[in-house]
């Protein structure tokens, strides 16, 4: 053992690599990923490495079972269809998500799904789309579906406010919500629309962010909702819906009335 890593045991020894788990993560490099021997591999947020042992296992699992098209009538069709709903029943029960009010929806990424968001969302000229300074690239593409629309699309920038005792309290008052300048295209193309029915608009933020390591805070759900009218003063009155994207759930976010969400990416 180098001298570097001993120091660095000797400093952090009691946390490092699972030290409560039938192997620590020296154990597991060598014996699961004895591919990476001599290689530093830094993106597992972005797309982490496959074991030894989940190919095992799932090699022996094609080789033993027969998956049909899950879109046809016939014993392999129904295995594969009880593969799909217990995985989204998995992702589902990670989140802690009812499936009387969540739907599991698999894509091939945030991106696919942050696309597939833009596509759908019920946007009209008196929509608005918000999102924090700190995003995902890809949220910023959900602008332009919204502009295309007639909507307006502005950033935001939260801000914590801290009380005298140095603590930051997760409430209305304690948030500070800078908006930027708006963006809108096409205004001449509404001038006499009246939306029917209810107007809808999207609030994106993340959990937390891939780039910068900053944390939000899931109150800010619920602060949004309550109090759109403040937020979005000077612009139409619309109901909000939220969507956070979570860093490939790394992070274990509990779902609560307080914090529902109405997307989860």
């Avoid at 929806?105 to 696309?115: E, N």
């Avoid at 629309?193 to 107007?199: L, Q, R």
Wanted: glycine share 4%; hydrophobic share 35%.
């Amino acid at each position: 053992m180098d001298k570097e890593k001993e120091q660095f045991l000797k400093d952090f020894g009691e946390d490092y690599g699972y030290p409560k788990a039938p192997k620590n993560i020296d154990e597991i490099r060598a014996s699961e990923f004895k591919r990476l021997d001599g290689l530093v591999y830094l993106d597992h947020a972005g797309a982490t490495l496959y074991s030894e042992l989940q190919m095992e296992d799932i090699f022996k699992d094609f080789t033993t079972n027969v998956y049909g098209n899950p879109h046809s009538q016939s014993d392999s069709s129904s295995a594969t269809c009880d593969i799909v709903r217990a995985a989204r029943q998995q992702v589902l029960d990670y989140c802690n998500a009812s499936p009387k009010d969540y739907k599991c929806i698999f894509t091939s990424g945030a991106t696919a799904a942050l696309k597939l968001v833009g596509d759908a969302f019920p946007w009209s000229s008196e929509s608005s789309f918000m999102y924090t300074m700190e995003n995902h690239n890809s949220v910023l593409g959900i602008r332009e579906y919204a502009l295309r629309q007639g909507a307006v699309a502005f950033a935001v920038d939260i801000e914590e406010v801290e009380h005298q005792d140095g603590v930051s309290k997760s409430n209305i008052s304690c948030v500070k919500i800078s908006q930027c300048p708006t963006q809108r295209r096409y205004e001449a193309k509404f001038p006499e629309e009246v939306p029917k029915g209810n107007v809808y608009s999207l609030f994106a933020f993340p959990s937390e962010c891939n780039f910068s390591g900053m944390k939000f805070s899931l109150d800010l759900v619920k602060i949004i909702k309550e109090d759109s009218e403040r937020i979005l003063e000077g612009l139409p009155n619309c109901r909000t819906s939220s969507i956070s994207q979570k860093d490939l759930l790394s992070l274990s976010i509990v779902l609560t009335d307080m914090h529902r969400k109405d997307l989860e990416l």
